[in-house]
């Protein structure tokens, strides 16, 4: 069974830190590119952060450059993403994604940053 499952999302304040993991299972994880997206209410879904399969290569969006760290243990068939100094526009649902041509999917993670 394919699954990839985010976990780590909450409530923070401004400034604060989460750091959320994708845990995959039921296929061969180091194989894929993995990305996390986010999509905030009423917003289009939009690219976080790209990791490639060996870890070698990290991108990120301008909105998060500094700030976010992506990465990966492919051991234990996990990514994770490192938050620091959340602001309000990083609210959303944020998703893991593992791509190697086909697209697999997680349900997401909640993550709200409010005063």
């Known amino acids: ?28 994880f180091s194989w894929y590119t993995v990305t996390w997206y986010r999509q905030a209410p009423g917003k289009e879904r ?4 790209t990791i490639t399969r060996s870890g070698g290569t990290t991108s990120y969006a301008d909105s998060v450059k500094g700030r976010f760290t992506i990465s990966r243990d492919n051991a234990k068939n996990t990514a994770y993403l490192r938050m620091n100094n959340l602001k309000p526009e990083d609210t959303g649902v944020y998703y893991c994604n593992a791509k190697v041509g086909m697209d697999y999917w997680g349900n997401g993670t909640l993550v709200t940053v409010s005063s």
Request: charged letters at 10%; proline letters at 3%.
């Open 1 to 28: 069974q394919v699954q990839l499952v985010e976990s780590g999302g909450g409530l923070v304040q401004p400034g604060g830190s989460l750091r959320l993991s994708c845990a995959a299972s039921g296929f061969t």
């Open 46 to 49: 939009e690219l976080v952060a």
